[in-house]
């Protein structure tokens, strides 16, 4: 198994332009999960889907999209992207809460300048 | 709202136990507590979730006391490589996207040989 996979690893956008980070898991979790993390910074819930065609937003949810058409993958949209965009981004994805374990992919290094 | 208080850093030596403490006075019934470890530049991963008393796993144990309201993280012997951020979270099982279950700023563990 891979796990959580995560493209890019590392990005440089400038301001406005828009992409899309992928998150892909291949543990067959309906949970999945998407964080920024800044500088010294815990992390930052941004978007959670329970399954396919479900999404709820987190603590964080604007300036970014998301969508949920299967099960293994989980893409964020950036539209507009702004410097307060600058973060790492982390996915994670978990099995139905029989306990509080996710599973997170490597990240995703984004500057905006 | 199950706030959560640990400190921000401490330091140890290679071969010492380290207890790492969270400080969690609101915790509700159904709160389980759960540790997460993070390297530099990585997801953070799942150590150990208990709801009372002690659990043990091989990598680390966990002390919960009667009224809950604070737990213990404990890395017995602990290397270089248990230098991270371990982050404290309480809340329901897979109640993520609420305002528990969150990831805070943390503490940061620094082992010295």
Not at chain 2, 10 to 27: F, P, R
Not at chain 2, 68 to 91: I, M, Q, W
């Amino acid at each position: 198994n891979a796990g959580v996979t995560q493209t890019p690893k590392f990005r440089i956008l400038k301001i406005g332009q828009s992409m899309t980070l992928q998150c892909a898991q291949d543990m067959n979790h309906n949970y999945m999960y998407w964080y920024r993390q800044d500088p010294g910074m815990g992390l930052k819930l941004i978007y959670y889907s329970v399954g396919a065609g479900i999404t709820d937003k987190g603590e964080v949810p604007n300036g970014y999209n998301v969508s949920r058409s299967t099960t293994e993958d989980f893409p964020l949209r950036l539209e507009l992207a702004a410097p307060s965009q600058t973060s790492v981004y982390f996915c994670a994805s978990s099995y139905p809460p029989t306990n509080n374990e996710q599973f997170f992919g490597p990240g995703t290094r984004l500057t905006v300048l | 709202l199950a706030k959560t208080t640990q400190p921000i850093s401490m330091d140890s030596y290679e071969g010492q136990e380290v207890n790492i403490t969270c400080s969690h006075n609101n915790i509700a019934t159904n709160d389980y507590i759960t540790w997460y470890q993070q390297f530099p530049s990585q997801g953070p991963r799942f150590i150990i979730q208990g709801y009372k008393t002690k659990v043990t796993n091989e990598v680390a144990s966990l002390f919960i006391p009667a009224d809950r309201k604070s737990s213990t993280l404990s890395l017995p012997r602990v290397s270089l490589s248990d230098t991270a951020v371990y982050y404290c979270l309480v809340g329901p099982l897979g109640e993520w996207g609420t305002d528990k279950l969150i990831f805070g700023t943390g503490t940061r563990l620094q082992v010295f040989p």
